[in-house]
Structures are given as structure tokens and as C-alpha cells.
């Protein structure tokens, strides 16, 4: 059946209504009545049955006859009190005014309106909304004589599709990232319009889980939002406050009489409100974020349609609110250290570019200090990374101590912290004072668990605008007074004096470049001779890296390769260093000169390196060396600090047929008996014994030792650093067999130890 179809009056209903009509127009345009009367009385039965509203009107648009729908939901109890009035009379102007025009439209066109919406508010207050059809009722001349009108109330399926509409666009906010505020506004909006005669609100918990704060309640009155603002959560706190205390709904039916609400009862004497229903919603942890309640003008209990709404706003409200607190986490993250809490350097940019704004406004001193562990790789390779990260936190901890809270503190990354300080503190006499302090406070001793150890740390300074012009500069500027505190020495801090020539790269700019200079190949080798002393030919040689910078010129290890080390840079460059120290090595043999072992310095980093044993394998292979031309060099305190690992590594090693030589020995405290595990073939006394091999006993009494040690164990002995003839001699009657400094030859080209090697055949005088 067709929507016009299922709205037509039977034939014999339209006839009787249009007849009677007829005649009471007749009777009406000769004074006959003032009041309409209909007096079928079979079809005022007839229409009371039906449950749609069912009215006919006359040519002005008067009710003459109605059902009791109509009447029931108008409000009124007799017929007469509803004959003769008119939309306008039942509606109101906005409403009434739209109704009459439809009307008007019926009478205008002589044409029915079918299926129209119509919206209606009830002088009750409920809202409803019906699907209405109007037939004009014609006399035999073809005029207008009134019309015939049915609605049929379909304000549960509109509410739905509001109901969904709503949902969707409030899914539609929190998935668009609109403010949490916004979206619960329009969540309990939503609601609102969906009850009749109710108020919503929304409260979450509070930080510390204690109270509860006013998030939502746009129809509610503002007193009333700010007295229930931050009231408590206990077990007779309103019906909010019990809700979030019990974990489950509380329905109030009556605010006035019901115990709960016993310490509000004189407050909500000032508002209309006569019942609570409250629901508490929770987040993915179950723990309680907060409340979706409903209030009610009247003392009623809520129905099952109201709970079922409120459920689901609650459910809304969950997911609003957890959407907030999951991009507020993300937002710190973004922003801040997760390990210290400290402000990251995603923030820090911001935060110092406003500072300097400041400073040119105010005229404010601001000054920028870096700060940076010294050799804190250490830490986490003797002791475990859950005890670095604990002296990180520690070191942030005796930052915040010494600097004003007020006053940024970030950790810029790994082990580097960057602070901001500004006024008098950044004149340069206090930040001397305060950078003294701060070193002082972050080298005391650290005590966790069974460790007790210290670290320093490198500290640079730089003002605004004394040492730079802009916020980029600041920072690069105290990050090169830093890097210069750490090349002389470490433990040490600096201010950055502009007026001194610029020696230094910016260490981030450094790496880069290092990164590139390895494609570009600016890096070469140099190898320092080392003589046997019973024949004085050249059996062997240790290669040491250097950079030709394309800006700054030839930089030395010294100045590239701590960075490399700490930035894990260190591990491709070794790479490197094995593969150009291997290929050169047997070019010189191929050139028919005699075969030497060439010595190569392997990193802590490289040690760790599981790579490290296939990275050897191939430089041997791609160039063809023999392995026992190859010596690796690692340091005594390298092998001690993780003493089976590195047997175990150095076993590999040797199966390869690599020879392994321990450098800087007798400065590590190494034992004896642990010595004896490693599977070395040579020891390379320390260059601080052989410089008072001239004039100091003890130094001579270590060198003999060592010596006489290494000929015991089988292992060959060089001494390194040796720069004088009496070292030299010295050596010789300690019968120690290899030799290698100055005296002998410094670090040089392959081309110029090439010719050297076709000229030393005989003894050394």
C-alpha cells in the first residue's frame, strides 16, 4: 500500500464528512450557528479508536471535531475545549504559524499534502514529531470548505535517527581531535534533546581520584555547574559522587527526602531539580573516569528508554574522554623524556626561541648550558642499562636541585641535558658559580644497590647576546664550549669566548660530515713503523686513521673519534680502517717487499659488534692477506671488563689465525692469572712507563717486569712511545724484543713506509 493510500478516508466517511461540512458552512454564512457541530455520532466512536491524531477543520482552519488522541496529548479533558481554536491558539506562533501555512496550502491548491514531518512541542513540554497527510474537502461548486487531517506519531523512530546522527557526529568530533569539551557539550546536547523534561551532565574524575569536576551541562543552571564543581567521591555524595564510589548506577527519585543527598539538601533548595539518575563510565583499565547524569524537574524514577540513553552516553563519554587522555599521553611523549620526565629537544626549540624573544624585549641576560656524561657508555656496559638509566634519572634529580624549576631543564638526548638559565643567574661571574656547582652536585658519589661509583661530566655555556644572534646559534655555540671542555680532558667546563678562532664543528654538524666523509672517502691512513731491536728491520706497523676535512683540514683521532665511538659511528669507520690497513698490507707484498704484520685498534664498540669476527673474515678475503699478517689491538681495560666474552671472541679470532695484541697494558689492573686466559701473542707496554725509562726507577722496575712477563708467557713484548736514545738503550739490555715512537719513525704516509721498507736490512746503530 502506497503512503497516499494508507492516509485516504474510505469513500463513504469522505462523502458523510464533506456533506456535513456543506451544511455547516451553509448554516454558518446565514448566521445560523456561531459554534460547529458534527452529529455523526458513529464517527466520533469510530475515530476515538484509532491512535494516530485524526481532526477536521473548517475553511479558517478551526478545529470542529478531534479524536481523543488529539486531546490527550493537547491536554485537554472535554471536546469543547478544543472546538473552534485554531493552530496558532494551540502552538504558539513559530509552530502554529507553520501548521496554518500548510493549511493555507491545502486550501490554496485544493490539493492533499501527504506524509509532511511536523514537528510539535506539547504544552507538557515533550517533544514529538508525526508523519501528516491533509485531504481539502470541497462542496459541489469545487470550493474549499475545510479539510480533513491525520498524523501519525513517529517521534520514537525520529528520536532514533537523532540518536544516531548524534552518535555518529559525536564519534566524528573525538575522531577529528575536537576539544574534549566540545565533544562532551555536544554529547550531553545530544541527550538533551532525546528526553523530554531532563537536563544531562557530565563530571570526571579529578587527577589525584578524589573528586569530581564539572566537564558538561549546557541546560543546566551555571550556579548550580560551579557549587557541584571538585565535590567529593564518597558514599553519600549526591548521586555522582556515589556512583563513581560504588562503581555502579544510582538512581535518585526524590533529591529532597533520599539520604544521599542529605549534605546537598539546602544547596539544591535554590535549583528546580527534583531527581538524579547517574551513571559512571569507566576506561579500558576499569578504573572510574567519570559520570553521565541525567536530572529531572520532576520526583520521578528514570524510564527503561531514559536508562538505555544514559547508558549509552556514558559509553560515549568513555570513549571520549579515554581518546582525550590517550592524546594527552602522546602529547607527552612527544614532548617530554619518558625516563626523567625532563622536557625533550622537540620542545626545547620552542621554549629557547621564546626565551630569546624575551630577552630582546626585556633586555634580560640569557645564557644556554649543555651539559654531557663523560664516557657514560661505561656505565651502561659495566653495570647494565636498568642502572644507566637509573643514574640518568639521579643526574636529572641534582639538575632540578641546583637549577630554579622555574627555569627549563631538558634532556637533549642519550646523556646530554641542556638548560636554560636567564637573568642574574646568566651574567658570567654566576654562571662560572653555578656551572662549578653543578658539576660538583652531578660527580657525587652515586650509591645504588651494592654500586658505588662516580661520573663526571663535560659542562658549556653560552649567552644571549653576547656569543650569538639567534637561538640556533646559542645552542650550537654552547655545544662547541661543551665539546672543547671534553677534548681538554673532560670533567671540566667552559664558557664560549666568541673572540677566540673557531677550531671546533659543532658536534652534530661533525657527525654528519663524518657520515658523508666516509662516502666521500676523506679519510686515510698512516702508519707508525715498528722496529725489532735485534735486527732492526721493520716487522710491523700500526695504522692510525685520520680525516681530511673538506673545511676545517687534517683533524687527528683525538678530534673525531670519541664522537664516533658514542654515536656508534665508530663500528662502519673501523670497518673500514680493517679493510684499506688489509688491501695495502698486501699490496706491499705484492710489490716484493718483506711481509709485516700491520696492527689495527678495535674499539669497545666494535668489540661488541656481533659482526665484528665476519667483518675481519671479509677484509681478509677481499684482499687477500693472510690472516697472521693481521693484529688486532684491543686495550687492557677493554678484555677486563667483560673477561668471558672476550676469551670467547678473541678464541674465534685466533681459529681465523689473526694475531691479537693487548695495547695500553699495565695501566688497567688486570691480574695476572686472568692474563694468562686471554689467547694473546703480544703485549704493548703503556707509553706512560716508557716516558721515565730516562730517569725513574719504579717506571724501569714495571718496564723489566713486563717484559720479563711477556717472555715467560710466550707472548712479544712492545714498547711504545719511545722517543729518546736512553729509552732506546734501556730497552735493548731488557732484551725487549720490538719497538715502536718517534725515535724510530712517526705516523707516515704507505708511500713513504713503503721506501723504508726496502732500506732497513741491517741493524740499527
Known amino acids: 500500500m502506497s503512503k497516499t493510500a494508507q492516509y485516504v478516508l474510505p469513500l463513504e466517511e469522505m462523502l458523510s464528512l464533506a456533506a456535513e461540512l456543506k451544511r455547516l458552512d451553509k448554516m454558518d454564512k446565514i448566521g445560523a450557528a456561531d459554534e460547529l457541530h458534527l452529529s455523526s455520532d458513529w464517527l466520533q466512536i469510530l475515530v476515538n479508536q484509532v491512535s494516530d491524531h485524526i481532526y477536521v477543520k473548517d475553511r479558517n482552519f478551526r478545529v470542529v471535531k478531534a479524536n481523543l488522541s488529539v486531546l490527550k496529548d493537547i491536554g485537554y479533558e472535554e471536546i469543547a475545549e478544543l472546538l473552534g481554536k485554531t493552530d496558532l491558539d494551540l502552538h504558539g506562533e513559530e509552530i ?34 508525526f508523519f501528516s497527510s491533509k485531504f481539502p474537502v470541497l462542496d459541489e461548486a469545487n470550493e474549499f470548505v475545510g479539510l480533513v487531517g491525520i498524523s501519525r506519531d513517529i517521534t520514537a523512530r525520529k528520536k532514533a535517527e537523532m540518536l544516531q546522527e548524534g552518535q555518529n557526529k559525536i564519534l566524528q568530533d573525538i575522531a577529528t581531535g575536537r576539544p574534549l569539551s566540545e565533544v562532551l557539550d555536544t554529547l550531553v546536547q545530544t541527550i538533551d534533546e532525546q528526553l523530554d523534561g531532563v537536563m544531562g551532565s557530565v563530571m570526571l574524575v579529578d587527577n589525584d581520584g578524589t573528586s569530581l569536576t564539572s566537564a558538561a551541562g549546557p541546560n543546566l543552571p551555571e550556579g548550580f555547574l560551579q557549587l557541584a564543581d571538585g565535590i567529593p567521591i564518597g558514599p553519600k555524595v549526591g548521586s555522582c559522587g556515589t556512583a563513581v564510589y560504588r562503581r555502579e548506577s544510582v538512581f535518585v527519585d526524590n533529591i529532597k527526602e533520599d539520604e544521599l543527598w542529605e549534605m546537598f539538601r539546602e544547596t539544591m533548595a535554590a535549583f528546580p531539580m ?25 520526583i520521578r524514577s528514570p524510564t527503561d528508554y531514559e536508562k538505555r540513553v544514559a547508558m549509552e552516553a556514558a559509553r560515549l563519554a568513555s570513549i571520549a574522554v579515554e581518546r582525550e587522555i590517550a592524546e594527552s599521553k602522546i602529547r607527552y611523549l612527544a614532548n617530554h623524556d619518558v625516563l626523567t620526565g625532563l622536557p625533550n629537544r622537540h620542545e626545547f626549540k620552542n621554549r629557547l626561541e621564546d626565551k630569546v624573544v624575551s630577552s630582546q624585549d626585556s633586555g634580560e641576560p640569557l645564557a644556554v648550558v649543555f651539559v654531557d656524561l663523560d664516557n657514560f657508555k661505561f656505565v651502561n656496559d659495566s653495570f647494565g642499562h636498568a642502572v644507566g638509566d ?18 627549563d631543564v631538558i ?21 662560572e658559580a653555578f656551572m662549578g656547582k653543578l658539576m660538583e652536585e652531578i660527580t657525587k658519589t652515586i650509591q645504588i644497590g651494592d654500586y658505588s661509583f662516580h661520573v663526571t661530566c663535560s659542562i658549556g655555556a653560552a649567552r644571549y647576546p653576547q656569543d650569538a644572534g639567534n637561538a640556533a646559534q646559542l645552542l650550537r655555540n654552547a655545544d662547541c664550549a661543551m665539546f672543547e671542555a671534553k677534548s681538554e680532558g673532560r670533567n671540566g667546563f667552559k664558557i664560549y669566548d666568541h673572540t677566540a ?32 731491536l735485534l735486527s732492526g728491520r721493520i716487522v710491523g706497523a700500526e695504522a692510525l686513521v685520520r680525516w681530511q676535512h673538506p673545511e676545517t683540514g687534517r683533524l687527528m683521532p683525538r678530534e673525531f673519534i670519541a664522537l664516533a665511538e658514542e654515536s656508534g659511528l665508530i663500528v662502519p669507520l673501523g670497518r673500514w680502517v680493517l679493510h684499506e690497513a688489509c688491501r695495502q698490507n698486501k699490496a706491499w707484498q705484492e710489490a716484493g717487499l718483506p711481509p709485516i704484520t700491520v696492527g689495527v685498534n678495535v674499539s669497545a664498540r666494535q668489540f661488541r659488534d656481533a659482526r665484528l669476527t665476519a667483518d675481519i ?16 689491538e684491543v686495550t687492557e681495560s677493554l678484555l677486563i671488563e667483560n ?63 713486563i717484559i720479563s712477563l711477556g717472555r715467560d708467557l710466550g707472548l712479544n713484548v712492545v714498547a711504545e712511545g719511545v722517543e729518546t736514545a736512553k729509552q732506546h738503550a734501556f730497552l735493548t739490555t731488557c732484551q725487549c724484543e720490538t719497538v715502536q715512537g718517534f725515535h724510530f719513525g712517526r705516523p707516515m704516509a704507505a708511500p713513504k713506509l713503503e721506501k723504508l721498507l726496502g732500506m732497513t736490512r741491517t741493524p740499527l746503530g
Not at 502554529?96 to 491548491?109: I, K, M, N, P, W
Not at 527534583?274 to 536530572?295: A, H, N, R
Not at 659543532?506 to 715498528?530: A, C, W
Open 96 to 129: 502554529g504559524s507553520y501548521f496554518l501555512a500548510v493549511d493555507q496550502e491545502v486550501a490554496r491548491t485544493k490539493k492533499p499534502k501527504i506524509d509532511v514531518e511536523e514537528f510539535m512541542i506539547l504544552p507538557n513540554g515533550r517533544r514529538k514529531w
Open 274 to 298: 527534583q531527581s538524579c539518575w547517574s551513571v559512571p563510565f569507566f576506561g579500558k583499565d576499569e578504573m572510574v573516569l567519570g559520570t553521565f547524569g541525567i536530572y529531572s524537574n520532576e
Open 390 to 407: 637509573r643514574v640518568l634519572q639521579l643526574v636529572a634529580e641534582r639538575i632540578l636541585s641546583l637549577h630554579d624549576p622555574a627555569q
Open 411 to 431: 634532556r637533549f638526548g642519550g646523556d646530554e641535558f641542556v638548560l636554560i638559565v636567564w637573568g642574574e643567574a646568566a651574567k658570567r661571574k654566576n654562571l
Open 501 to 532: 678562532p673557531d677550531k671546533s664543528v659543532n658536534r652534530l654538524t661533525l657527525l654528519e660530515n663524518m657520515r658523508q666523509g666516509l662516502e666521500k672517502e676523506e679519510f686515510f691512513l698512516e702508519y707508525q713503523p715498528q722496529y725489532d
Open 617 to 632: 673474515a671479509h677484509a681478509l678475503e677481499s684482499s687477500g692477506l693472510q690472516a697472521r699478517y693481521l693484529e688486532l
Open 643 to 705: 673477561a668471558e666474552q672476550a676469551i670467547e671472541l678473541m678464541a674465534e679470532l685466533r681459529k681465523i689465525g689473526v694475531n691479537l695484541a693487548m695495547d695500553d697494558f699495565g695501566i688497567g689492573y688486570s691480574s695476572l692469572a686472568g692474563l694468562k686466559k686471554f689467547p694473546l701473542t703480544r703485549l704493548k707496554i703503556d707509553q706512560s712507563f716508557v716516558e721515565g725509562l730516562d730517569t725513574v726507577a719504579s717506571d724501569q722496575s714495571i718496564a723489566r717486569a
